[in-house]
């Protein structure tokens, strides 16, 4: 089993900047990718970055060049650094971690974009 926590969110400008964090804890793998996800009421969760274990990343492209993913292994921790913020980046941020064909998500952290 994998708990995973999100902090980091909050309410900001536009223009602003967060650090989401994504802390994991139980069964720790070597081989597992790591994903931020968003979601507003009403419509799909949406992928936003994921990481690979070996560092390899990916983004949406309505955040390339404002968001960077990355990992600190040795804190079981996944960031999301969010700069220039926009009020359309507002949304519920999950994590995922998946292993193998097993998902594992957080409870969310409440992000706000004020304009």
């Known amino acids: 089993q994998v708990q995973l926590v999100e902090s980091g969110g909050g309410l900001v400008q536009a223009g602003g900047s967060l650090r989401l964090s994504c802390v994991a804890s139980g069964s720790i793998f070597s081989i597992e990718t790591t994903g931020w996800y968003r979601q507003t009421p009403g419509k799909k969760r949406e992928l936003v970055a994921t990481i690979s274990s070996g560092g390899s990343t990916s983004y949406t492209d309505s955040v390339k060049g404002r968001f960077t993913i990355s990992r600190d292994n040795a804190k079981n921790t996944v960031y999301l650094q969010m700069d220039s913020l926009k009020p359309e980046d507002t949304a519920v941020y999950y994590c995922?971690?998946?292993?193998?064909?097993?998902?594992?998500w957080g409870p969310g952290t409440q992000v706000t974009v004020s304009s």
């Open positions: 995922k971690r998946s292993v193998g064909w097993t998902d594992y």
